[in-house]
């Protein structure tokens, strides 16, 4: 079955704290997998992808396979980061193609 | 703004009552998807066109939806007979179609369907 899931609704955190939210994945293909974002009033926008390997607004995340895990992380976390946080599983084969979404994390930065 | 758009961006209506959405993409992308996302929950696939061909259905989409994308540019998601239940976000993604290694999907900004 082809799932994501994300423990954690809601992670409060302080400042300058560090930040690691939760993303894993269930699938018996190669997984291509994605963080969106939605800050209030906005619309979902991607935040990062696995296959760029690249670091957005300080955040980062590594696709481990062994561990079927895909969490993000942000060493010091600012006020503007407080948001919804999605993972993100491509899932496409033959006719398919379609992003199966986690739950989502409410990230609150507090001052 | 070059990016997806949707309308309307909020609807009420009556239970029973027939409803449309307008989704356009943008220009360049020849895929384009429909999700609907409720409360607490991350958006859900409903279905997929690859320029005017839908390709694929979700269980989610009953009988009394149906999406068209005619011509391969704008795309409608029409309810019928609208039930409390069919409350919701629906939300419109298009991508780059097959050829392109840029998979991102980018999204509009959502109808808020109401059923009262």
């Known amino acids: 079955a082809q799932r994501v899931t994300q423990p954690e609704k809601l992670l409060s955190v302080f400042k300058g704290a560090p930040v690691e939210l939760k993303c894993n994945y269930s699938?018996?293909?190669?997984?291509?997998l994605f963080w969106y974002v939605q800050y209030s009033r906005q619309r979902l926008q991607l935040l990062l992808r696995?296959?760029s390997r690249e670091s957005i607004k300080g955040f980062t995340a590594d696709l481990n396979k062994g561990e079927t895990s895909f969490h993000l992380k942000k060493p010091f976390a600012q006020e503007e980061d407080s948001a919804m946080y999605y993972c993100?599983?491509?899932?496409?084969?033959?006719?398919?193609?379609?992003?199966?979404f986690g739950t989502g994390t409410l990230l609150a930065v507090q001052p | 703004d070059t990016g997806v758009s949707q309308n309307p961006r909020h609807k009420i209506t009556k239970r029973g009552q027939n409803v449309t959405f307008r989704c356009d993409p943008i220009?360049?992308?020849?895929?384009l998807y429909w999700y609907r996302q409720t409360l607490g929950q991350g958006p859900e696939f409903l279905t997929y066109?690859?320029?005017?061909?839908?390709?694929?259905k979700s269980r989610l989409l009953s009988d009394r939806f149906s999406a068209e994308r005619p011509k391969g540019s704008f795309s409608t998601l029409e309810i019928q007979r609208t039930e409390q239940g069919d409350s919701a976000m629906y939300l419109c993604?298009?991508?780059?179609?097959?050829?392109?290694?840029?998979?991102?999907?980018?999204f509009g900004q959502g109808t808020r369907l109401t059923v009262v």
């Open positions: 993100a599983l491509l899932v496409r084969g033959g006719a398919t193609n379609k992003l199966i």
């Open positions: 066109f690859q320029n005017e061909a839908q390709l694929e």
């Open positions: 993604a298009s991508s780059k179609g097959p050829g392109s290694s840029n998979t991102e999907a980018f």
């Open positions: 699938y018996s293909g190669s997984p291509e």
């Open positions: 220009s360049e992308h020849n895929r």
């Open positions: 696995h296959i």
